[in-house]
């Protein structure tokens, strides 16, 4: 049976999910697409996830980068799929464009999934901040497609250290 628990952070009550042994969803209680992966079955209860997720959340908005070393298992199609993985990849601190995450998503599938597929997949995450959708950017640095909010996003790279306190926009590298 599903579980799920409400947690509280800085910036607002979350609802984390599981299926009894790995985190299943994560999503801020007004974030587009809340509960997206949450069944019927889904009831008020404890996993051993959601101590360590406490334990995680409280480390990563203390500043510091604690590693994701519990079971994580999102839920949704083999594109969705790919692009979280690749999510998952980008370092704390770091940023990348939707473009460049198309370039990696591509060989992996096989064909460029174009910016709506991208966006799309970004977008549904079903597991916020450990899959750290919100480390993605706009071709030149705008804050753009953050299913909890772009406020929170500022928060979220600010915290990180990808954004600074007066700019709305993140400076990219060039290669």
């Known amino acids: 049976m599903m579980r799920q628990k409400q947690l509280m952070t800085p910036l607002g009550t979350i ?12 999503w801020f209680t007004d974030q587009q697409h809340y509960g997206s992966t949450l069944s019927a079955e889904t009831s008020l209860g404890d996993a051993p ?14 500043g510091q980068q604690p590693p994701v070393d ?13 692009v979280w993985s ?3 990849t ?10 460049e995450l198309a370039t990696l998503v591509t060989p992996m599938i096989g064909h460029n999934p174009g910016a709506r597929a ?22 030149m640095g705008d804050l753009v497609g953050y ?3 772009l406020i929170r996003k500022k928060s979220l790279l600010r ?12 400076v990219l590298e060039k290669n």
């Open 147 to 149: 299913a909890g909010g």
């Open 70 to 82: 519990f079971p994580v298992r999102p839920a949704g199609t083999a594109l969705r799929q790919v």
């Open 49 to 62: 996830v959601f101590d360590q997720l406490a334990e995680w959340l409280t480390a990563y908005f203390a």
């Open 159 to 170: 915290l990180e250290g990808s954004l600074a306190m007066t700019t709305e926009r993140v």
């Open 118 to 139: 991208m966006g799309n997949a970004v977008g549904h995450n079903p597991i916020s901040l450990v899959i750290p959708c919100h480390r993605v950017v706009g071709q």
């Open 90 to 99: 980008i370092p704390y601190g770091e940023v990348r464009t939707y473009g």
């Open 86 to 88: 690749v999510l998952r």
């Open 15 to 26: 609802t984390a999910a599981s299926d009894g042994d790995a985190l299943t969803g994560l």
